[in-house]
Every structure is written in C-alpha cells, then in structure tokens.
C-alpha cells in the first residue's frame, strides 16, 4: 500500500494530456459545471445546491407509444446546508471529483475502486465518507442522472455478469471474439459494450434470434446441449436481474443486427419483473430505458400453466410467501401490464395455484426436456407472451 | 358526677405538672393524661360500688378480688422519665439504628438552637467511635454559649426541662424531650454516665459533669466531683487536667459538647446519622458540620454564608388556630379583665372593634369579666370566632431559609449541574403561619463519571478504605452500594480488592468502568423534607409533601415520571416547612399532616422550580442540537471545498472561507430564531436566563462530588520553627 500512493499520484499531471473524445469532454463539462456553480453560490453568500431527478416509481411514466418507461421532471432538491442532506451533498461532490480524476487520467473503474478512491475519514471528526458501498453506489446514479451521463461516460464499470455465446463474431477493444469457440464458460459480457469498446457487424452475424436465460445454471444446460448451434441463435444469461452490460448488449444486438429476443425466465414474480426490466426498462435506471428497452422481447416461460401442460410432479412445485403474492399483485398493476389481459390472467393463473415454478424444474421430466422439447416446442407453436 | 369531677382534677394537676417542667409534646402530654385517666377509672367505679356493698353484703356477693383500699395501695404517680423508660419508641429510641440517628439529631437540634439564639454562627463536631460489638460513643460538640454550672444537670439529667415549649415561635426544639431523653437511653442499655462539659467563655472555667438520670424521681444524679461536678481551670493546668482524664473536648473559647455511650447500630444510606448530617448542612448553610464516623472517614460540610438567619419572633396565638378547650383555658387564666381586653390582648389580628363583633356575634357582653364566662360562653364565643372574618396571622414570625443560601446550601453540598430555588409567600392553615420552600438540583453525569485518571490515582493512594467498594461508596457522595457494585462489576475486579494494592490493569479497567456506567440509569428522584430546618427521614409515603410531589405532573418539565410515582433522573428535590407550629401526621415527628392549604403551597412551591428546570432541560436540547447543526455543517464544508476545487481548479481555502460564512450566516440565524414566547434564544446555557433563583454551574467543577481523605500535616514542624 505505502508503494502505490506516490504512484498514484504522479500521473495525475502525466496524463493530464490524455487524448479526450468528445463525450469525455462533454461530460467533463458538466462535472465542471457542478462545481462552478457551487462557487458561485458561495461567492454570493447563497446556500449550494443540486436538484437531481428523483428515480422513484411516482416519477416514472410509461410511454404506451414507445413501450418504454421513462422518466418524468420531478427532482428533489439536495442542499449543502440542510441537517438531512449535508452529507449526501458532500457524496455527491466527492464522486463527481472522483469521476474527473478518472476522466483526466483517462481510466476507468469498477465502483468498487470508486468507493475505495474517495473512501476516507473527514477530517476531524470520527466520520467516513463512505462506510458501505451500497452508499456510493446510489449516490454513482445520482450523479448519473444529475449530469445526464451514464456511467459509462462517467468511466465507471460494474463486475461482469452474464455471459453469451452464439454464432456472432465481435471485435472488444480490437480483439476479436468468436462467440462461437468460446468453451463452455461462454464470453463474458462486459460492464461496458459502448460501440468504442465493443464494435458489432451484421455481417459476421449468422444467428437467428436471441435466447437470453434467467441465470447460468439454465444457461449452461442450454450450452452443454449446443442449443445455439441447433438453433442458430445467441444463447445470454444475466445472472439474474442482468447487469446493465448485458441489458445495453441484448439491446445493440436487436437494434443493430435485427435479432429478435425470447426470453426463458422463471415463473414467479422475479421473473416477470426481470422480463419488464428487458422489456420497458426499470424504475430506477429509467433515464437509461432509451439506451436498454427491449420493447419487442417476447415472454417464452415459464408460464403457469406449464405444471399442467407438461405434466410436472408435485414436487417441483415452491409454494409462493407472502411476500411473493404482494409483489405479484403489484407486478400486476404496473400500468405496462395493466392493459396485458394475457398477462393478467398469467398473473392470476400463478396466484391461483398457489406455487412458482423455476425453470429447473422442467429436468424433472428429462435432463434436457428444456433445451429439446420445450423450447423448440414454443417456439415452433409461436407461444409466447408479449 | 364524682368521678369526672376526679378526672378533671387530676388532669389539672398533671397540667400543671408538665407546665412546670419542659418540653413536652403537645401529644404525648394527651397520651399521658389518657393514661392517668384510664387508671383511675377502675377505681371510680370501684368507690361508687362501695356504696352499695353494705346492701349487697347480706346477700351472697361474688367474692372480690380487691378493694379499693387494696388498689390504692398500688396507685401511684408516675413519673415522666419512668413513662418514657418505658416508651422510648416515642422518643425514636425504636430500635438501635434510630436511637443512634435519634441521639445526634436531638443533641445537634439543640446546639444549633442554642447558638442562633445566642447569635453565635454554629459549628458542630459530631464523634461517633464503635467501643463495642452492638454499643457506640458519640460525642456531640457545639460552640454555642455555654450553659451555666447549675443548669447542666437538670438540662442533660432531667426530662421535660427547657425553654422552647411554652412559646409560640418557629425553632427546631418542639422535638421535646430531646436529649435528656438520649442519655437516659444511654444509661439504661449501657450503664455508662452522660458526660457533659461546657465553658461559657475562655476565661472562665469549663464545668464537667457525669451525670446519670434517675428514672423514679425524674432527677439528675451526679456521679463525678462528690455529686457536685467537677471545674476545669481556663489555661494550661485546664488542659492537662482534660488530657489526663480523656474528657473528649475540641478546645474552644465557649461550647458545650455532650458524650453518651450507647446501644446501637451504626448504618449507612438511608435514615443514617450521615444522611441526616447532610441534609442539615442543606438547609442550614450558615453551619459547619464536622463528622467523624466509627469508620474513621471525616466529613465537613463547611457553611456557604456568615450570616445568622433572623431571629424568629414570638406571637401570640391567632384566634382560627385555637381550639375551644384552650379558650376556655385561656380564659380561665386570664384574671380580671374584660372580654373585649381578653380577645385584643391575648390574640394576634384582634382589634376591640373587632372584639365587638365577635361578642355580639356570640351574644356575649364586651365587658363580661372573664371570670364569669363560663363553658357555655365559651363555646358561643369560639363559634362566634370561627364566624367571623378575621385577617390571617403576621407572618413576620416565620424565617424562611431564602431561596439564596438554599441554591448555597444545595450546591454545597449535592452535586449537580441545575440549582432552582423558590421562596413561597407565607401562607397560613388553621390560623397558623407557615412558608413553603422548595429547592430542585439536577445533576449531569454522576461524579465518577467527571474523575480525571491522575485524580482516580491520587485518590486510591491516599484511601484507608479497606475494599474497593468501600472507597467507592465512601469517596463518591451519591454513589451508593449499589453503583459501586455495578461499577465493580463492570471492571471485573474483586470486591474485596485493597484498593491500594490494584494493579495497574485493574486501576485502567476501574477507571474504564467509572467512565462508562451509568449511574444515574433507574434512578428516581431523591427527597429531602424539612421542617423548620430539621430534616425528616422516615415515613417519606405518609408526608404531605411526598404525597404533593408525587401527585405533581413532571413530566411537563421534562422528567420522565411513571404513574403515581416519584419522577426518574438524576434530581434532588428539598421542601422545606417553616411554621410557629408544624403540624405533624403522629408524635414521631416524621411526616406532615395534609392540610390542603399546605399542599397547595408545596404544590405552588414545586411548579415554581420544575417551570426552571423544564426551561433549562428544553434550552439545553435545543443547544444541543443546534450545535450539532453547525458541527456537521463544519464537518463536511472541508470535503466539499476539496471536492470542488479538484474538478475546476478554483483555490480550496477561499472557497472554504466562503462556505464557512455562509454556514455560520445559516446557523446563526437558527441561533436567531425566537422559542415560543417570542424571545431570542440565546446558545450557551450557562448564560441562560431563567430568572433569579437559579444556578447552573460546570458539574466538572463541583467540589462537593468528591470526598478527600485529609492529609494531617505534621505540626511538630511548626513549633520547631
């Protein structure tokens, strides 16, 4: 550790001639601009203070026409000098300086680095700035939506998560993948597939459509069985909810190379959401909905009436918790499933039997019924929720 | 009709009796007739059958069992001493642990008395030394006047002797038959004599005597100097004469000092000599107080002013407070005057016009001789009084303590961070004047929490406390066993530790544990009553003033208080009555009765103080959090400065400075802000203004908190010089 702090801070004029592209430049001024208007606040004996677009399910609509969520004009105010908001305003002031250096030096990190880069004790007093990185991950999407600039241009990735595989070939960073040759752990989708990092073309593309899988254990069957060769598709996961990685990637691959999307999710409330977030985009993350919705993914299953249609036993079913049933009801009220009578009486079908059904549980039948049967036969029949 | 005429009778005489003699309580003196009374009863009876026997003779009568003549032979006076050797529990001579309490106060009551009468400000050494298992010495030692020669016997060798009982005037003697009473306690469970020696001044001789009560006649025996006592010359010779005696005496120009052996239990806490002590240090800030336990710790209450309270003046009784067989007493002693002089002469607030009306009220003539009043007079006459509109009683005669030397007293003497204090206006029940005091200490952090390392160490070197326990009980006031054995435990150290031996780990871990527990957790409301300067320590639930206190809504002033009980915290609260005669629930002297002007003026009293106490305790928050405003505001100024001067370059320490007045511009119109009654809030609240009679000190400061063992200097080094 006591090696690394000179380093660190040599470069800090070593590359303050880093070669800047155009959107680090319009993002740099924006950060600036953040900090002269603190300045100017203070000259004139004013309170600072930054107004950042609230990212709450009141402050979202649904755009029917475009399919997607977006976000509405209501901001909350953050002052310096109020007792609940000075320390959150501090944050704020701290990532945006964190994001410059990272800019100037023309680097990137993860968001752990960046909670560990402005992570100190304030000084007199026995106070972090930061004790837990959930409490910097928030305030790195505050910023996000303050400065109109997604993480990305704010040189900031997250862990990887999600993998894909598929008759594609891809150029990251200049190197070529062929998502084809890619073993049986699959290429790792990056935190980052902005067109500078990871460059697409539709004619090194022979796939079909797009299967994305809840999570890696589905998609590793799916793998194994050499679904995507059979198929002529490309075969993603996103480990659960996906990244937002994966999210912009399943979302440059439809737009750019025109593949369409079937997702195969779990039957149970976490699954239709993970299909929303693919579809209309999240609430949270709704300024990003333009760059990541898929409006045109289709829902392929689980559906609830799968425990009957193929026969499953008894035992695979997970009676649903409270919790499950409360979600599912409110899953069923978002305004973008509302108008859905399909959906609905989805919904209303799970909450009638009174169990979920994750996508495992189709190996009941047969190891790979999943990848042999059920799948072709949806897609075969056209079956899939929209 | 025989035999009442035989009671009342005898009643006169027994009157007479304790007339003649001293201090007796109004209530034992009825209980005695009562018991005359009773006595004689039987033998009433017994006289007026004897009338009919003669008749009854010739017939089969039932065989007697005793004549009367028999019975008379058995009937006898009894004497007071001899009555009380019997009822000593009267007295407070219950049990050992009280006739130890009993003894101090009733020989402190009387030096303290003795000295302001005399003008003298006081100063009292109090002994008390174990001589064996179950039997103690205490030695009592004022520098009052002095009594003279003849006098010392029948003061400490008789009972009902002295001179506070026939007047009408506010001293801490109605306590009556006081300390006679401890030396025959003395006497009796140990044998041992009474000594007494007094000097009146520092040319005259010292008197000494041993004296031993004689409970049949009711006579001091005096045992040393062949029955007449012994002189002690002023001087040298005086001393040597002290020293190769072992008279116990701290040489003073005038004083008297009074040693009792006796059986007893020493105790601590509650209803302890030491508690009482130092409840009388609280409201007597004009004494010193010196007390030395069987123990050997030393404690001094050193006075907080030099100035003698007034002296209380005596009145005359106000008519509202008499009762119609002390009319008709009064009446009977009065010779030959007029009804109208009667009434004008021998009560406070009559005027002969208003003597007129009483008279023409009860129908009476307002020149009937007094002689000639007869009951029935004087049962109109009393009726008539309580009639007519007659305007409260001067209460000139009451000396209050002064909400001053209370704040003085108090902070003395109980640590805390909040003195409030409130003088009510005299008041009067039953034609009786009285005045409510009230004094209210809240208390920061416990005194172990205030303790520096280097003092703790200081401390443990100079104790002779055998446990670590014991210093800690003995060196913190207020402490306790009880957080003493939670601090110990908390430390993890043994309880029977020297403390002088602790390692150092254990001395950090005992500091540690000092640090950090809380005291005050749980704890309620402490309660100090007093009576004409006299603290009360038993039956706190039957006294008006507890019952006041506790039927008092605090939690308005920010204590927190549960139902029907004693508010929680660290507070100590001192109601002190003032009256010509206060009015006692039993003849313990213990509790005060409910009279609902009493309890109104407490009540007055304690909503007076809490209203201080709550705006201080609201204050105090309202700083609190302001200051943590301006603090987290200054927290995080630095970082946001930094922040912005990285992004764009701009010179951190300007911008700083520039935040730094805006933010004191913000927090200082917070400080601006009014509280509710629209005045400006002001931020220290040491320089709150709460009004007079309120002091708010640094609880770090207070010197009261900690108890020193006194180093002795050597004095040889000064005579050599």
Known sequence: MAKKRPIKKTPVTRHAAVKLTPRDKKTLSSITDLADRVVSAAKTRKDPYVDIPSRTLSNVRFSPRKGILEMGNSKNRRQLFDLSQAKAYMRTMLVASGCKRLLDQGKSTSLRGLFYMLKHTIEGAKENTFDDQNECDTIIEDVEVLLNSIREELHLYAENRGAMVGNIVLTDKGDTIDCARMGSGGYAIPSIVEPEVIELDPKKCGAKFILHVEKGTVWQRFNEDKFWEKHNCILTHGSGQPPRGVRRMLHRLHNELKLPIYCVLDNDPWGYYIYSVIKQGSINLAFESQRMAIPDAKYLGLRSIDFDRCQLSDSVKISLNENDRKRAKQIAKYPWFEKKRRWQSEIQRMLKNDFKLEVESLISKDISYVTEVYVPERLAEQDWLD | ?721
């Open chain 2, 1 to 721: 009709m025989g035999d009442v005429a035989l009671a009342t009778a005898k009643k006169k005489t027994v009157k007479k009796k304790v007339r003649a003699a001293k201090p007796a309580t109004r209530s034992v003196k009825k209980k005695k007739v009562k018991k005359k009374v009773r006595k004689k009863t039987p033998s009433a009876s017994a006289d007026a059958e004897m009338q009919h026997s003669p008749a009854a003779s010739n017939g089969v009568a039932p065989k007697r069992r005793s004549t009367a003549k028999a019975m008379a032979a058995t009937q006898r006076d009894i004497s007071v001493s001899e009555f009380f050797a019997k009822n000593r529990h009267l007295l407070g001579f219950d049990n050992p642990r009280k006739a130890l309490l009993t003894t101090v106060k009733e020989a402190v009551d009387n030096s303290l008395d003795a000295c302001e009468e005399a003008g003298i400000l006081p100063e009292i050494w109090v002994h008390i030394q174990q001589t064996a298992n179950d039997r103690y010495k205490v030695g009592i030692q004022d520098n009052g006047p002095g009594i003279l020669k003849k006098q010392i016997p029948l003061i400490f060798g008789k009972l009902l002797y002295g001179s506070k009982f026939h007047r009408l005037r506010q001293s801490r003697g109605q306590q009556g038959i006081g300390i006679s009473a401890a030396g025959m306690y003395g006497v009796q469970t140990t044998g041992k004599p009474v000594k007494i020696i007094s000097k009146v001044g520092a040319r005259k001789p010292a008197h000494y005597y041993e004296i031993q009560i004689d409970t049949k006649k009711n006579e001091p025996r005096i045992l040393n100097g062949k029955g007449e006592g012994v002189d002690i010359p002023p001087g040298e010779s005086g001393k040597a004469y002290i020293e190769k005696h072992g008279i116990e005496w701290v040489e003073q120009p005038h004083g008297t000092r009074v040693t009792i052996e006796l059986e007893a239990k020493f105790v601590r806490g509650r209803g302890s000599v030491g508690e009482y002590l130092e409840q009388t240090a609280i409201a007597n800030p004009h004494i010193t107080l010196n007390y030395e336990d069987p123990d050997d710790f030393v404690y001094t209450y050193e006075r907080s002013t030099k100035v003698l309270p007034p002296e209380p003046k005596e009145i005359k009784p106000h008519p509202y407070g008499v009762e119609l067989g002390r009319l008709a007493a009064m009446l009977e002693e009065t010779q030959g005057s007029t009804l109208s002089e009667f009434l004008t002469s021998r009560f406070s607030r009559v005027t002969s016009p208003l003597a007129r009306r009483i008279c023409q009220t009860a129908g009476v003539g307002t020149r009937t001789n007094t002689h000639k009043v007869g009951r029935k007079e004087a049962e109109l006459l009393f009726h008539a009084i309580q009639k007519t509109k007659i305007s409260p009683p001067a209460t000139d005669c009451i000396c209050p303590i002064g909400e001053d030397l209370i704040l003085k007293g108090m902070h003395k003497v109980v640590p805390g961070e909040f003195y409030a204090a409130a003088t009510r206006p005299p008041a009067v029940y039953r034609g009786n004047p009285f005045q409510i005091e009230v004094g209210l200490t809240y208390g920061g952090s416990a005194p172990t929490q205030n303790i520096s390392k280097d003092l703790l160490l200081d401390l443990l070197e100079e104790t002779d406390a055998r446990t670590v326990r014991q210093f800690l009980v003995h060196t913190f006031n207020g402490l306790g066993g009880e957080g003493a054995d939670k601090i110990i435990k908390t430390a993890s150290i043994g309880t029977r530790q020297t403390p002088s031996k602790l390692k150092p780990k254990e001395i950090e871990a005992l500091f540690t544990a000092m640090k950090n527990v809380n005291i005050a957790e749980g704890q309620s409301m402490e309660v100090l009553r007093y009576a004409n300067r006299v603290p009360l320590q038993f039956q706190q639930s039957a006294c008006a003033i507890t019952q006041t206190i506790l039927n008092t809504n605090w939690r308005s002033y920010g204590l927190s208080q549960s139902r029907g009980g004693l508010p929680k915290g660290p507070v100590s609260l001192m109601v002190h009555i003032a009256s010509v005669w206060v009015p006692f629930t039993s003849e313990s002297k213990e509790a005060i009765a409910n009279y609902p002007e009493i309890q109104k003026e407490i009540r007055l009293g304690l909503q007076a103080v809490g209203r201080k106490l709550g705006m201080f305790l609201r204050r105090r928050l309202r700083v609190k959090q302001q200051s943590d405003r301006r603090e987290i505001f200054l927290r995080y100024l630095k970082e946001v400065s930094t922040a912005v001067s990285e992004i764009n370059g701009v010179k951190q320490p300007e911008l700083y400075e520039q935040l730094l007045s805006v933010a004191k511009r913000r927090t200082a119109d917070a400080d601006m802000k009014l509280d509710e009654r629209g005045k400006k809030i002001q931020e220290d609240p040491t320089q709150l203004d709460l009004g007079e009679n309120v002091l708010i000190v640094d609880p770090t400061q207070h010197e009261a908190a900690i108890n020193r063992v006194e180093i002795e200097e050597e004095p040889e080094e000064a005579y050599e010089e």
